[in-house]
Each structure stands twice: as C-alpha cells, then as structure tokens.
C-alpha cells in the first residue's frame, strides 16, 4: 500500500501550467511581428538616460519634498496696488515706541496696522523715532509728548526724524490727514520736502519743525494744507512753504531762516487766507541765486484770491510779489525789505498796514493796485507806477529822511517858512517814527531803533511861534516877535509891512 503525501496534487498541477506556459511562448516565438515587439521592449529597457547622466539626483525619489515658491500674499500683502490693511481687521489706536532705534521699520509698519480713520501714536522718550510716513488711508498722527509753539526755544526736540535724503511724511491723493502735537525733523533733506501731499488734505495743530535741504519744508500739489499754531524752521534757498494750487489756510504759523517764506498758486476755488503769521528771513543781500520773496502769490490755471491779515513779513528783499493773481492785505506789517510790495500783474490792495523799505514802498508794474491808510516809512520812492498800471492811493503817510525833505519859500523879507509837498494819495508826517512801531517790526530781528522821520532844526520853537528860517534852511530863533509878527516886523500898519 502506498502512502500518498497531501501536496502531490499541487505539483502535478503546477507542472501543468508551467509546460502550458512554455508552450505559449514558443508560439508566440513563431508569430511573424513577436520578435520586433520583444526588440523593441529590450532596446527603451538598455537606452542610456543621458538628462539623468548630465543632472544626476543628490537624492532618491522618496527623500525628495516639494518646493515652497515665496508667498507675496502671505509675507508682504501690501505689494497690491489697492492693498488697504485696516479693512481686513486693522486696530484703531496704534503706539510706536521707537525713539533712539532708527532703521527698525517700526514706523512704517505702525502706518500699515492701523486702519482706515485711525490714530497713531508716536512716543520718542528716548531720542527721535526715524522712519518715512507713507500714508495712503485717513489717519490721525499725534506725539505723546505733546508740543507748545510759544516753547520753540527750549523745547523742540523732534519726534520724526525723516531718513537722509527722505521726506518725512507723504500723503496720497484724496486722503485726509490730521497731525497733532508733533515736531519733524529732516536736517539731511537734500532734494526731498519734509511734507509731501499731493491731492490731499493736510490738517495740522500745534506743530514744529526742523528742516534743512535745497527744496521746501512743505509742499502740496493740490488739496488743502490748514496749519495753525506752528513754528517752522526752514534753512533752505527755497520757499519754506509751497502751495501749488492748493487752498492754503494758515494762522499763528511762524516762519524763521528760509530764503523766501511763502509762494502760493492759488486755487480757482476757495480763498486762501493767512492770518496772525510772522515770516522773518534772513536779510541777506540779493546778489546770487532767486529773489528773496516773503510772499510770493503767482498765476496758475484758474484766477485765485489770496487774503493776508494780521501778518509781519519782515527780512526779505521784496516783502510781497504779485504775478498774474489777487492779494488782499490788510492790518499786516511788511518790514526790512528794498520794495515792501511789488505788483507786476493781477490785482494788490494793500489796507491799513505799515510799510517800511529802504527803496520802494509799492511798486506796480502791470494791473491794478489800491492803497489805501497806510503808513510807509524809510523809503526813497512812496508809489512808483509804470503806465500798464493803474494805482488808486489815498490816506497814506509817509515818514522817510529822503522822500519827506522839507522846502523853504520867502514869507517876507529874507524870512523863509519849510512846507512839505504832497504826493499822489501821500503826505509826509513830521516828527521821530514811534518806537513801539519800530518794535513790532525791524525790532522782530533784533535791530536797533532807527529814526526814519526827518527833524527839522528848531521846528518845536518855530511851531511855537519863535524865528524863522533862512533860504538854506537854518533856524533863525527871534524872541521879539511871536506869531504871525514876526512876518511884519511886529508891528502892523503902513510902517510894520
């Protein structure tokens, strides 16, 4: 009896399919297209790979993991044109504390978290924040340690400080900015203003600042600049301020150690109005570069109106210019200047104000000007008018050494009396210029009072009644006759004439 073992089964069907499977192959071996195909199959499994021989893999395929491209969206989302990042989620109140740390990019990034009608806050206790504002939203800026005008000497430390050769802030078109309690500070300038806006609407309170460089302090292309309580210190040959265009509202703003103070093109709209405002140049003489202009009021596309009130313009070489636009002064003071007020075209009326100059009180070369109850000092030429020109004047006085000369005609026998001729819309005014005058306006750069008025020899006896003068103007003094007898000999009748 045999014994059978379990998997003898499985071997005979094994042997089965392998010599079925042998079978198969040689068929196909004797197929006419089998042995191209299987060529074919052998030849792509030996060619060479020669992009792999020339680049070969530092690592498996399996060690390999997927490139991550630099996201823009994630890491600097502010790359977009219209990027606003306050509306996402910005904060309202935003303080930076970068005092004495320049380049760390805090006040910028500062601007992007706060959003849309926010406010900044900027805290420099130790040392002026240095950054470049951007702004591009509405935005209120406020310094933390708060400012005072009437303190510009002992406390004007800044609390921006522009980068070199950067401005301090920049305003995008139609947005609105308020700045509160803040002194800048660009001392590098360059070519770049401390404030640039084009477009937009500058509001500013109780601001300083600190700027040196070729071009203006401020400057705005446009929109509204409104500055009030201010103190600008400007080393620069350009106008401190530049209003181009714009609507320019400025009060208790003073202006020091620029070159020119003001040059405004006004807008076609509204006024532009300046008020309670002191601009002191640096009464250097006129011998290179642009005129020193104190205010400067030029022609633009539209006809603008500019009103000055309440204003000393003093140190410069012409105080007021008027190109092709309209100027209103009024109850203003424009002093220590060659030509107090110069008209070459457009309109000038110049009210209740006091002029002093050391050639020309108003000069008009084209247009129209009115002068009206002035007072100019100092002068040798009150109103000059050339025949573009036409000037109405009246109520104006003079005080002027050069201009208020007295002349002397014979009242009797040898006796001579001084009169003083009139001008067209002037008259000389006899005695010594009033120092609180003087005070309010050569006094603001610090000169020491000067006359302008001219003293006659012995005017106070002969308006008292006592002597006469000669033909060469010497004061002759006789106690014998008093009053009109002194052009009679004293007695009257046939024998006293």
């Known amino acids: 009896m045999t014994t059978r073992s379990p998997f003898g089964f499985g071997k005979i069907i094994g042997g089965a399919v392998a010599i079925a499977g042998a079978v198969g192959l040689f068929a196909l071996l004797d197929a006419p297209g089998a042995s191209a195909q299987v060529a074919a199959k052998v030849e792509s499994q030996t060619r060479p790979n020669f992009g792999v021989l020339l680049d070969p893999p530092t690592r498996s395929y399996r060690q390999r993991r997927p490139q991550r491209r630099y996201d823009y969206?994630?890491?600097?989302?502010?790359?977009?044109?219209?990027?606003?990042?306050?509306?996402p989620g910005g904060e309202e109140v935003v303080l930076v504390d970068c005092g004495g740390n320049p380049g760390t990019g805090a006040v910028e990034d500062a601007v992007r978290r706060v959003r849309p009608g926010?406010?900044?806050?900027?805290?420099?206790?130790?040392?002026a924040c240095v950054g470049w504002l951007n702004i591009d939203k509405p935005l209120t800026v406020i310094g933390e340690g708060g400012f005072d005008p009437r303190d510009w000497a002992r406390n004007s430390e800044p609390t921006l400080q522009a980068p070199d050769g950067l401005p301090c802030m920049t305003v995008a078109s139609g947005v609105r900015v308020e700045i509160r309690d803040m002194v800048f500070g660009s001392p590098r300038a360059g070519d770049a203003a401390c404030i640039v806006g084009y477009g937009a609407d500058i509001v500013m309170n109780r601001v300083g600042f600190h700027h040196a460089g070729d071009e203006a302090a401020i400057y705005v292309d446009g929109g509204l600049l409104d500055i009030r309580n201010a103190v600008l210190d400007a080393q620069t040959i350009a106008p401190a301020i530049v209003a181009d265009g714009a609507v320019l509202n400025a009060w208790e703003l003073t202006v020091t150690g620029a070159h020119s103070g003001m040059e405004i093109v006004p807008s076609g709209g509204q006024t532009s109005r300046i008020s309670a405002t002191t601009l002191k140049g640096t009464n250097t003489p006129n011998n290179f570069g642009p005129r020193s202009i104190g205010l400067?009021?030029?022609?633009?596309?539209?006809?603008?109106?500019?009103?000055?009130?309440?204003?000393?313009i003093c140190g410069f070489i012409e105080g007021v210019v008027v190109e092709g636009a309209s100027l209103t002064v009024n109850n203003s003071r424009i002093c220590r200047s060659d030509k107090g007020a110069v008209l070459y075209s457009g309109e000038l009326r110049l009210t209740d104000s006091r002029i002093r100059a050391n050639g020309i009180?108003?000069?008009?070369?084209?247009?129209?000007?009115?002068?009206?109850?002035?007072?100019?000092?100092?002068?040798?030429?009150?109103?000059?008018?050339?025949?573009r020109a036409s000037v109405e004047a009246r109520g104006n006085r003079v005080w002027s050494q050069h201009v208020c000369r007295p002349q002397f005609r014979d009242r009797y026998r040898g006796r001579y009396e001084p009169y003083w001729r009139q001008g067209e819309g002037w008259t000389c005014t006899y005695g010594s210029y009033p120092r609180e005058w003087w005070g309010q306006e050569d006094g603001l750069l610090g000169f020491e009072y000067y006359d302008d008025g001219h003293r006659l020899d012995g005017y106070d006896e002969y308006r008292d009644g006592y002597g006469w003068y000669d033909r060469d103007g010497r004061y002759i003094r006789d106690d014998r006759y008093r009053g009109d007898d002194r052009w009679n000999r004293g007695g009257g009748g046939w024998w006293g004439r």
């Open 73 to 87: 969206g994630t890491h600097r989302p502010d790359w977009r044109p219209g990027y606003h990042p306050g509306r």
């Open 361 to 387: 009180g108003v000069a008009a070369a084209a247009g129209h000007a009115v002068i009206v109850n002035n007072v100019i000092a100092g002068v040798r030429d009150v109103i000059y008018a050339e025949p």
């Open 296 to 312: 400067a009021v030029r022609s633009g596309r539209d006809y603008g109106r500019v009103e000055v009130d309440n204003t000393a």
């Open 118 to 127: 926010g406010t900044l806050i900027i805290r420099a206790r130790g040392g």
